[in-house]
């Protein structure tokens, strides 16, 4: 069963962040925060990922609680390409599986 | 970044025949490999884990005799849909790890096969 949780649909404005939470309760000490999307009819592409500190780069904005027992992903200037299924997903090193869970659906409107 | 090809994207076969498809990582090696099936409107789920030379993980209720998966390089893994039916038609998506177990570690997906059968 996958270990995170996500709201299963958000709308956003095109041009305003777009932040979209995650729930990882019983996330472990070495397991780290993955987000990935997945646009219609396409294989899932990698964002970000982070374990403990706050990580950005051209994609987005990861930021973990100070327990890592949540997340958000920020997309800072949605546009409408941005509109497709997020996925958080915990990983640790040397993982032999990877389990999605329902992931949100993110729909940007103008 | 790293690269996951997988192919045919598309195809549309007669029940009862097998269908082959393959998945390479372009640019760097993979030991292991995962392969995905996905329904309309739903995520992907875990169908096996593929490791280089070895056989492959079949997760609970996939039946392995019907989905064979062969790792044979560190580059290339198929995936054979043998005698396929209705029911079997669906979004195939394979996976590949870039391995090493760092903290850089990402897995990069292929954009999918879109399997129809007849």
């Known amino acids: 069963d996958a270990k995170t949780t996500q709201p299963p649909s958000m709308d956003c404005a095109e041009g305003r962040a777009a932040n979209l939470p995650c729930n990882h309760s019983?996330?472990?000490?070495?397991?780290?925060v993955y987000w990935y999307r997945q646009i219609h009819s396409q294989g899932p592409q990698y964002i970000i990922h982070?374990?403990?500190n706050n990580e950005t780069n051209e994609m987005a904005s990861l930021i973990i609680t100070e327990d890592r027992k949540s997340s958000t992903l920020i997309l800072p200037h949605a546009t409408l390409r941005d509109t497709a299924v997020y996925y958080c997903i915990l990983l640790s090193g040397g993982y032999n599986k990877l389990i999605f869970g329902a992931g949100t659906r993110l729909a940007v409107h103008p | 970044g790293a690269v996951v090809s997988q192919h045919p994207s598309r195809v549309i076969c007669k029940s009862g025949t097998s269908v082959k498809i393959e998945c390479r990582s372009l640019d760097f090696q993979a030991t292991t490999m995962f392969w995905y099936r996905q329904f309309p409107k739903k995520s992907l789920m875990l169908m096996a884990t593929s490791n280089e030379g070895s056989k492959a993980t079949y997760e609970q209720g996939v039946e392995k005799d019907k989905f064979l998966i062969n790792h044979a390089s560190l580059t290339l893994s198929t995936l054979t849909v043998t005698s396929a039916h209705p029911e079997d038609s669906s979004f195939y998506i394979c996976s590949a790890r870039t391995g090493g177990g760092t903290t850089n570690e990402k897995l990069f997906f292929g954009s999918g096969t879109q399997l129809s059968v007849l």
């Open positions: 019983t996330i472990s000490g070495n397991e780290y």
């Open positions: 982070g374990l403990k």
